[in-house]
């Protein structure tokens, strides 16, 4: 029964999409589904509209005409990415700026830096401070404590701002849920996990949750609510994750919450 | 398919006219469906454009075996994206800040629509990986079930079990988010 209304949901997605259809004459071949396929049809619905993106008219006159040039000359790798600075030249590149410029303002106003929210003047400091310090990190482990690092401290920003009833960007909430992505996939990728580590990852999670909850019972606007939603499935994902690379979870010793200061570099 | 078979012809032999006919006939869907999976339009040209110059460079080696070329193609943007984000190491966030659609015309309908896009890529964003591919596969490539399932190894019952359960999530999420407007 589960099988056939897969197969005649697609039959009458074809007859929608290929056939121009209405939802409703398809409805009336599976008057038996009808109740079950509607709704099904018409979220299929609101997903094709996904369909009217278009590229732009003047990439694609320019990529077609850089193509059919590589079918006359043969030269296929003729052609440069936009951004010909490959991505660890960014990285480089990211690093000197900083160094250059802790040079010239001094390295107090990093140490400043560390301490500052989104919207602070001194924020952008504390970040690219970061990510010279990914670019420096060496080594799985490493990295996963990093990004397990930099999740913990954004997410120590978004409880400073709700205190001060300050706007969290929603930038904030997705790294957060990056950083705790990637600390989980570096986990991943390390031979022999040490317990506090993962002890700490997980009560990462757990103080995400707790967190976004009380941000959310804290009152938002509808569309942050929204996102505070998707930011709590994410670091419940997150979990859940966690729970799959480590079944003896439960039997670690979870570590106390450490805040945010204490985590500074 | 006989379609398929004289087009892979011309394109193993470099002819113009049939990289032409490739170009027309995929370049908005094979767009289309990398501009959601990174995010982000010039990275998506970017990428669109290295899909078929890699498919050009492995041309003379394709042989036609009764599979769509569409499998071939999105193959190919399957794994563009899957080494972007491989190699991405900039931490960007994911939002697709440009607008989707233009509509010089009637500007406000336009922003309305782009509106309820984004709403609905971003709920595509909360599916599961498996699911939101065969999804963005199926609605923003516009490839058939036969084709999305030669895309991801997959059979076609489990692309259409997949579809079903995404179809099913997103009509709960989209129906939540019209409840709060």
Redesign the interface.
């Known amino acids: 029964m589960s099988r056939g209304i897969e197969g005649i949901l697609d039959t009458c997605l074809e007859r929608v999409r290929l056939r121009g259809e209405s939802i409703e004459q398809c409805l009336d071949s599976y008057p038996e589904h009808a109740s079950e396929l509607e709704p099904l049809l018409r979220a299929a619905l609101r997903v094709m509209d996904v369909s009217s993106i278009r590229p732009r008219g003047e990439f694609g006159r320019v990529a077609r005409s850089r193509l059919l040039s590589a079918v006359s000359t043969g030269n296929v790798r003729g052609k440069e990415r936009r951004f010909p600075m490959v991505r660890w030249q960014r990285g480089w590149a990211v690093a000197l700026a900083v160094i250059l410029t802790i040079a010239v303002v001094g390295g107090g106003t990093v140490t400043a830096s560390s301490g500052s929210l989104p919207g602070d003047v001194l924020y952008p400091v504390k970040t690219t401070a970061e990510k010279v310090q990914a670019f420096f990190t060496f080594g799985d482990e490493a990295n996963a404590r990093f990004h397990m690092k930099a999740a913990e401290r954004r997410l120590g920003e978004m409880e400073s701002l709700a205190e001060k009833k300050r706007a969290i960007p929603e930038s904030v909430l997705g790294r957060m849920n990056l950083e705790t992505e990637r600390a989980i996939e570096m986990l991943g990728r390390v031979e022999r996990v040490k317990e506090e580590l993962a002890s700490q990852v997980v009560n990462l999670t757990s103080k995400q949750k707790t967190v976004l909850e009380r941000i959310q019972q804290g009152g938002a606007s509808l569309e942050f609510e929204q996102m505070l939603r998707d930011a709590l499935q994410r670091s419940e994902r997150a979990q859940t994750e966690l729970e799959r690379m480590f079944p003896d979870l439960k039997k670690l010793r979870l570590t106390p919450w450490v805040n945010d200061r204490e985590l500074e570099p | 398919m006989e379609g398929d078979e004289n087009l892979s012809r011309g394109l193993r032999k470099?002819e113009?006219e049939a990289?032409?006919r490739l170009?027309?006939e995929y370049?908005?869907r094979i767009?289309?469906y990398i501009?959601?999976r990174v995010r982000n339009?010039?990275e998506?040209?970017?990428l669109?454009?290295?899909v078929?110059?890699r498919a050009?460079?492995s041309g003379p080696s394709f042989r036609w075996r009764g599979a769509p070329i569409s499998s071939w193609l999105f193959r190919i943007a399957r794994n563009q994206v899957i080494d972007f984000w491989r190699?991405?190491?900039?931490?960007r966030?994911?939002?697709l800040d440009e607008s989707?659609?233009d509509d010089i015309a009637n500007p406000e309908r336009a922003a309305e629509?782009n509106e309820?896009?984004r709403q609905?890529?971003?709920e595509?964003?909360?599916l599961t990986q498996a699911q939101r591919e065969v999804?963005e596969l199926?609605?923003?490539a516009?490839l058939?079930?036969a084709e999305v399932a030669r895309v991801l190894g997959k059979s076609q019952?489990a692309v259409?079990?997949m579809?079903?359960s995404a179809?099913?999530a997103?009509?709960k999420r989209?129906?939540g988010?019209s409840g709060?407007?």
């Open positions: 470099r113009p990289w032409a170009y027309e370049m908005p767009y289309r501009v959601l339009q010039a998506a040209e970017d669109t454009e290295q078929f110059l050009l460079e190699t991405d190491k900039t931490g966030t994911v939002t989707l659609i629509r309820d896009m609905v890529i971003r595509m964003g909360q999804i199926r609605f923003a516009e058939s079930t019952g259409k079990v579809q079903h179809l099913a997103l009509r989209l129906a988010w709060h407007e």
